[in-house]
């Protein structure tokens, strides 16, 4: 258990929305990520944080933002939400020590009417 | 091509047989490698890291070939339990930290 947890875990919006998916966690891990994983391809990377203040994009960043204002909390928000969005969220820490490994908290699943 | 690659599955195997996932991986500069099991919506969790001169728990064996940049899982004497989807995952060094990279899985079902 990596002491991370999700909020909220399940979410119906409409499209044109803004919505903000909380990730937090209790271990103080430098990194931390957001993904989401739809059929067909697998899970990919939104965005991802290298400490508080400090975030890069990933794979898929087009139409979310990021914010890390305490190691503790990652927050992902979707400022105006579309039916392509829809889709599970995962956040994932990694821990260091040996081999950096990933560890994942337990998934928003947000649907965009 | 993907990055990462593995066999599309799904496999459907009897309790007790052994089965074997592949994965294939592009980047030659990647340095370390996992498998994933994920459960059907849940999340992904390690299952094991993968070492060069290859590794076993229990009833699961790692293996990984950097010359042919390939990746195998293997199961022994399936459990109803192993059904699930198994992902492979390879990481290299990023800007910032470690980039990791997932396959698109492969979905055992484990029949009685």
């Known amino acids: 258990d990596a002491g991370i947890t999700q909020s909220p875990r399940h979410k119906v919006t409409e499209t044109g929305t803004p919505v903000t998916l909380r990730c937090h966690q209790t271990?103080?891990?430098?990194?931390m990520y957001w993904y989401r994983q739809d059929p067909g391809h697998g899970l990919r990377l939104i965005h991802y944080s290298y400490g508080v203040k400090d975030t890069d994009k990933g794979e898929v960043s087009d139409g979310y933002s990021v914010s890390r204002s305490k190691t503790e909390d990652f927050l992902l928000t979707l400022e105006s939400a579309t039916s392509s969005q829809t889709s599970v969220y995962f956040c994932a820490i990694s821990r260091t020590g040996g081999v950096e490994t990933q560890y994942f908290g337990p998934g928003t699943r947000l649907l965009v009417l | 091509r993907k990055e990462v690659e593995q066999d599309p599955g799904p496999f459907n195997v009897p309790e007790g047989a052994t089965v074997a996932f592949n994965c294939t991986y592009s980047?030659?500069?990647?340095?370390?490698f996992f498998w994933y099991r994920q459960d059907c919506r849940k999340e992904p969790k390690l299952l094991m890291s993968v070492y060069s001169s290859g590794n076993e728990d229990g009833r699961f064996t790692a293996q990984l070939n950097r010359a042919s940049q390939y990746i195998s899982l293997l199961i022994r004497d399936s459990k109803l339990s192993d059904s699930a989807t198994y992902l492979c995952?390879?990481?290299?060094?990023?800007?910032?930290?470690?980039?990791?990279?997932f396959g698109p899985g492969t979905r055992l079902s484990v029949l009685p």
């Open positions: 271990e103080n891990h430098r990194y």
């Open positions: 995952v390879v990481s290299s060094r990023g800007n910032y930290g470690q980039n990791f990279v």
């Open positions: 980047n030659s500069a990647s340095q370390s």
